[in-house]
């Protein structure tokens, strides 16, 4: 079963009709409006009014619908969006007061539309309408073989003929009791009631004598729907379902407590692959009853994990995480817990008719739902008999082996423990009476040599093969084999060695692996084996000598079983029980149908980054999309609605990703930022490991941007052209003034070198008068100190001939002697001599103190050339006390400060 919630499919919760398109797509009439599924998503269309949809019947493509004030019918759009047209609108009709369409039937050309108070018959030729009128409550109206028939409340059974309604029965039988259905049966009328089961019509009417009306007194039946192999489906207000044979005979009742989502059921339905869908008072729910599988889901938790399954004559066993349950074989009732076998189970195996448990805790023999523990060594993987002698079992143990054998009264008791070995032993084989095969997957394999007595190992030998978890070790067809993820190995006897089988290998390669534990039914002589998304088995040729491999799609996410625990039963003749972590399910082999489905394209829309998605027409040819566009979606499914048949999807898209995705439960896929080109867009589906028949294609292009098309890029060579010519001339003129440039640079740089050599020369001009400056101040110092020297001399003698008394005699040498002190001439010698080594000073000097006389020239002059007073005093020809008489008056007649030194401002000039 398959549960459906309001918010699985975002609407309302109640469901009031179902029925089926030609596309396979499920419509559901729903009090938020009408529902679609197409097996991967569920999609909602409103109605205009906002109204509560209470009736849906699909005709020729058409959706019909029913709702308050209103019906009409829904067109698929060129976009794949159903669209709807009212009748009423569109016809002018004029509706009762709160007149509301419960049912819809179509026959022949005509579509019936029925609400309590008339009948309205819809002529799709001329799209005229007739209408039946009632006075009296008019519950449904049903469609018998063709014939439409109806009720009036306590007024009868009537149909329809010509247009026109016609009595069948007043019979008081039924005449005051609500029907809910009518049947044909046996070309009678077969009356389902709503409270008071069911009656026959065959001119008269009486009670259907079967058992299930004894049931059905104490319910309310609200729907029901006749299945394809003629057993009924009832939908009670408080009871849930019910299923009935065609004799009367209570098959199957299902209830909140036992699955259901609601226990009002308002619409049954049976779709075209033999599914019942549901429609609740609170969610949809969808049973598969041809699946070739059966579910039983421990919902309380009561069971746990099976581990282990096994059966006799009278019950199913069920080894788990839990403990050891039983029920009685083949009848829907709770199992229950043996006594003393709480806790974990691993292994139950038959032999001789004796059921043996490995548990935990220890070895226990069952029969008949009872326990009786015969070896208490805890944990028991593995029970195996011994060859050439049926009355020792070997058992694997956590620690080891140990030997359990029977009495002359056929009881089973411990014996003795295996000594020489203490590894865990959860797979045994036997290669001969004393020799056997022990795989451990994270030690590997040992092949150990046993006593005669079976009391201790004489040899253990490592096989040469590979450890791997989840590996197992299985004897099929008396051949030993070791398998694990890197694939499938036979026991070579004569070589002591392990050979790897290329064509086993296949269906343990490590892409799928999940687990290598294998399950051989030897009432079939198969070999199960389990995979990431099969089971299979592998049974003898029946004309060659090859074995023939089957597989069978199973993924493990639906079966659910334990990694490395998977169990298989077989129940009946291609009939089989799968323990999983829930529960269980029970494959049927003859109901597996290589059935063939269709991929439909349900719908394509594109956008702009970041805009809202528009549709694109499905039946387009080669459409073309802006280059802006480029994003676009595809949504496609496979209305396919067994639980058991997961659908995966695989695409591609020519142009950009040109091989097949991996596949995927995924039914749409988005393609963002698509650059422009010519692209096909391609989808197929697989179900239960088959193929879709078809593969969808969609051609599409993305246009260039407006800069890439044909004459953008005409416009692109033209300016191309343009600029390149203009860079030739450019480069041209850049090269010419560079060439210029270059010549200039040239003259420059001779420039520079003749202004270098010139700089050179007036370095040299500069030296020679820096050079000639020096003797010119040399030959002043020089000049100066004579002229000194010399008046200091001529002094010195005029004073020492002053002394002598006839002074008479000597006139005429002192009068000589002042001739020759401080000559006008001796003064133009120093002053040619002082311009010629400080140019101007003298010119500044009159410049700035135009007041000064030759004399304080003179005097300025000395004091250039840094002189003391009393060197001053000579060359004047006067005392030191008189030239700092005539430095003071300098000093005023320059209007010196102060503190203004005389000597500093002169030498600063």
């Not at 050891?324 to 709480?342: A, H, I, M, Q, S």
Request: charged residues 25%.
């Amino acid at each position: 079963m398959q549960v459906f919630t309001p918010q699985d499919y975002a609407a309302g919760d109640q469901n009031w009709a179902i029925s089926q398109g030609d596309d396979n797509k499920i419509y559901i009439a729903n009090n938020n409006g009408l529902l679609e599924y197409n097996g991967a998503n569920w999609t909602l269309y409103k109605m205009p009014d906002q109204t509560i949809v209470r009736s849906v019947e699909v005709i020729e493509g058409k959706v019909y619908t029913g709702s308050y004030m209103d019906f009409g019918f829904w067109e698929r759009d060129i976009y794949g969006v159903l669209t709807y047209n009212s009748l009423v609108k569109s016809s002018n009709l004029n509706l009762i007061e709160d007149e509301e369409i419960w049912k819809i039937l179509g026959i022949d050309n005509w579509v019936l539309f029925q609400s309590f108070d008339r009948i309205h018959i819809y002529n799709r030729s001329d799209k005229t309408f007739k209408v039946i009128e009632s006075d009296e409550r008019i519950n449904k109206i049903y469609d018998v073989s063709g014939t439409i028939y109806f009720q009036k409340t306590s007024a009868g059974i009537y149909k329809i003929e010509n247009g026109r309604e016609e009595l069948i029965t007043q019979d008081s039988e039924i005449l005051n009791k609500e029907i809910v259905n009518l049947f044909s049966y046996n070309s009678d009328l077969l009356i389902q009631t709503k409270e008071n089961g069911f009656y026959i019509y065959d001119g008269n009417v009486k009670q259907w004598n079967v058992s299930v009306n004894n049931l059905l007194q104490n319910m309310s039946i609200y729907s029901s729907t006749q299945l394809n192999d003629g057993s009924y489906l009832l939908g009670t207000i408080s009871n849930g379902m019910i299923l009935i044979n065609p004799l009367g005979k209570v098959l199957y009742r299902i209830n909140q407590a036992n699955g259901l989502s609601n226990n009002t059921v308002l619409s049954t339905y049976q779709d075209k692959s033999g599914n019942i869908w549901l429609g609740l008072d609170n969610g949809i729910n969808l049973l598969n009853l041809d699946s070739p599988y059966r579910v039983y889901k421990d919902n309380l938790g009561v069971l746990g994990t099976i581990y282990a399954s096994i059966s006799d004559d009278k019950n199913l066993y069920l080894g788990t995480n839990q403990g050891l349950f039983y029920r009685k074989l083949n009848l829907d009732e709770p199992f229950d817990l043996v006594e003393g076998t709480k806790g974990q189970v691993w292994n139950l195996t038959k032999f001789n008719e004796t059921i043996f448990c490995g548990h935990d805790k220890g070895t226990f023999v069952i029969e008949n739902g009872k326990a009786k523990q015969v070896a208490d060594v805890i944990g028991t993987w593995i029970i195996k008999p011994v060859p050439g002698n049926s009355d020792l079992l070997l058992q694997g143990n956590y620690k080891g082996l140990n030997v359990l054998a029977k009495d002359n009264e056929g009881n089973w008791s411990f014996r003795n423990k295996i000594t020489g070995f203490d590894i865990s032993s959860r797979y045994i084989e036997f290669l001969s009476n004393n020799e056997l095969l022990i795989s451990h997957e994270y030690k590997g394999v040992y092949r150990l040599q046993l006593d005669d007595n079976y009391t201790k190992v004489l040899k253990k030998f490592n096989e040469n093969v590979d450890k791997g978890i989840y590996s197992s070790l299985v004897k099929y067809n008396d051949e030993i084999l070791y398998v694990f993820n890197e694939g499938v190995f036979r026991y070579n006897s004569k070589s002591n060695q392990f050979e790897k089988d290329d064509d086993l290998s296949e269906l343990f390669n490590q892409e799928n692996f999940i687990s290598g534990k294998t399950v051989v039914d030897k009432d079939s002589n198969r070999l199960w084996g389990f995979s990431k998304d099969h089971i299979f088995y592998i049974e003898p040729g029946k004309i060659s000598d090859e074995p023939s491999m089957q597989r069978i799609f199973l993924p493990s996410e639906i079966r659910k079983s334990k990694s490395g625990y998977e169990n298989l039963l077989s129940l009946d003749t291609n009939k089989y029980l799968i323990g999983s972590k829930e529960g269980y399910l029970i494959l049927d082999l003859d109901k597996l149908i290589d059935e063939s489905y269709r991929i439909q394209l349900n719908s394509i829309n594109y956008q702009a980054l970041q805009n809202k998605e528009k549709p694109l027409e499905l039946t387009a040819v080669n459409p073309s999309l802006n280059n802006t566009d480029n994003n676009i979606r595809f949504a496609y499914s496979v209305p396919e609605y067994d639980k058991f048949l997961p659908t995966q999807y695989q695409y591609r898209l020519d142009g950009i990703y040109n091989d097949w995705s991996t596949w995927s439960h995924q039914s749409n896929v988005f393609f963002e930022n698509l650059p422009a080109g010519e692209y096909t867009f391609q989808t197929r589906a697989m179900v239960n490991g088959n193929i879709s028949s078809n593969i969808i294609e969609y051609p599409f292009i993305i246009k260039k941007p407006w800069y890439l098309s044909i004459w953008a890029i005409v416009g692109y060579v033209l300016v191309f052209v343009l600029v390149g010519l203009a860079i030739q001339q450019f480069n041209k003129r850049h090269y010419e003034r560079q060439q210029k440039r270059l010549l200039e640079k040239k003259e420059r740089q001779l420039e520079v070198k003749e202004l270098e050599s010139q700089r050179q020369i007036m370095g040299f001009k500069n030296e020679n008068l820096r050079q000639d400056i020096e003797n010119k101040n040399r030959e002043l110092g020089i000049s100066t100190m004579n002229l000194i020297n010399k008046n200091e001399l001529l002094g010195s003698i005029k004073k020492e001939l002053s002394n002598i008394k006839n002074i008479d005699e000597l006139k005429s040498v002192i009068r000589l002697i002042n001739e020759n002190l401080n000559t006008s001439d001796d003064w133009k010698l120093f002053e040619e001599a002082f311009n010629n080594a400080d140019k101007d000073f003298l010119k500044k000097v009159k410049t700035k103190h135009p007041s000064l006389t030759s004399n304080d020239l003179r005097l300025c002059t000395y004091l250039r050339l840094n002189l003391s007073s009393k060197e001053i005093a000579p060359l004047l020809n006067i005392s030191s006390r008189s030239v700092e008489v005539k430095r003071y008056r300098l000093r005023k007649k320059m209007e010196l400060e102060h503190k203004k030194s005389l000597t500093n401002y002169i030498l600063e000039l």
